[in-house]
């Protein structure tokens, strides 16, 4: 059973608009939460990350809100640019694991229209 | 990519033959995994080492094996593929919760 959903699979979204990408997760001992960002034919890259004793995490143009509540997550692009089009995949881990294994969701395609 | 090589990074290979990748790494970190990519599944972990000689399975080992002699390589055998196992392959590598990929091997099973 997937504990990392991400539904609505892709998205478009004119350059210098927000994009917004939502992430759900089932298991409470998650405690720590990534996005990746994968471009065809490369490997995921990291992107940001935010543990579950924050809200929000800020990088730049990229920021991670966190509502433990609802189990549930974003990621904010603001302002979307042409070279953002890639899959991005939210993943979760709980760190009393001890062994790193991230959980990923399937990813949503972003498409940036210049 | 973070020091990590995957070899190779295409195959073709026919059902019932046996296929090994292989996955470098000269971070010396200490977590490696194996996991594969397919459309409508995202990423799903296949096993993944914690130590020289030291693996677990992930969510989808069935059909896979790894060994780990060495710290900087880490192998994924498919004893007899099949065409379900038709995939996109990563290798990752971490010292903490954050994962570094490979570029991926695209194998295909004819």
């Known amino acids: 059973d997937q504990q990392v959903k991400q539904n609505s699979p892709s998205l478009s979204v004119q350059e210098g608009r927000i994009s917004i990408l939502n992430c759900d997760y089932t298991n409470s001992m998650f405690d720590y939460f990534l996005w990746y960002k994968k471009y065809p034919a490369e490997g995921p890259t990291f992107l940001i990350s935010i543990s579950s004793i924050k809200d929000k995490n800020e990088d730049g143009r990229f920021t991670v809100f966190l509502n433990k509540s609802a189990k549930h997550l974003s990621l904010h692009i603001v302002p979307s640019q042409p070279g953002d089009s890639a899959v991005y995949f939210c993943?979760?881990?709980?760190?009393?694991?001890?062994?790193?294994?991230?959980?990923f969701g399937k990813g949503n395609q972003v498409v940036v229209i210049p | 990519d973070a020091g990590i090589t995957q070899s190779p990074r295409h195959k073709v290979t026919e059902t019932g033959t046996p296929v090994t990748l292989r996955c470098h790494q000269t971070e010396n970190h200490r977590y490696m995994y194996w996991y594969r990519q397919d459309p409508g599944h995202g990423l799903r972990l296949i096993h993944y080492s914690y130590g020289v000689k030291d693996t677990d399975k992930g969510e989808v080992s069935d059909g896979y094996s790894v060994s780990r002699s060495k710290t900087e390589d880490f192998l994924l055998t498919l004893e007899s593929a099949t065409s379900s196992q038709t995939s996109v392959y990563f290798c990752?590598?971490?010292?903490?919760?954050?994962?570094?990929f490979g570029s991926g091997t695209q194998l295909s099973v004819l």
């Open positions: 993943a979760a881990t709980s760190r009393g694991y001890g062994n790193n294994r991230l959980a």
């Open positions: 990752a590598i971490s010292d903490n919760e954050k994962l570094f």
